[in-house]
């Protein structure tokens, strides 16, 4: 059975940091394409950062370039995603997904990821 559960969300205020974790099992090949979305309240889902585990490059959205870094630790099936400098407009529910069998296309398509975590809360203050 295939999970995917995130962690390391929380309240931050503007400039701070949080380190969100993606924990994966139950997958059987370790190569996929592992992508970070959010979805703000009345805002439509939005891509932020992807993986490709089998390589290791890397997508990120415009608005999180040099602010945001995701990276994996195959050895505990774990990507990260660390956001400094953060924003009041980085609010927003943060969903792991991941897309077996294939690596990432560049910008990442949601409708692409066939796994989904529950999602973790990042509320950043002013």
């Known amino acids: 059975q295939v999970q995917l559960v995130e962690s390391g969300g929380g309240s931050v205020q503007a400039g701070g940091s949080l380190r969100l974790s993606c924990a994966a099992s139950?997958?059987?090949?370790?190569?996929?394409?592992m992508g970070w979305f959010r979805q703000a309240p009345g805002k439509e889902r939005e891509r932020v950062a992807a993986i490709y585990t089998g390589g290791g490059s890397t997508y990120y959205a415009d608005s999180v370039k040099g602010r945001f870094t995701i990276s994996q630790d195959n050895a505990k099936n774990t990507v990260y995603l660390q956001m400094n400098s953060l924003k009041p407009e980085d609010t927003a529910m943060y969903y792991c997904?991941?897309?077996?069998?294939?690596?990432?296309?560049?910008?990442?398509?949601?409708?692409?990821?066939?796994?989904w975590g529950q999602g973790t809360q990042v509320t950043v203050s002013s």
């Open positions: 997904a991941a897309r077996t069998y294939y690596s990432c296309r560049s910008p990442p398509q949601s409708a692409d990821f066939n796994y």
């Open positions: 139950g997958f059987t090949d370790s190569r996929r394409c």
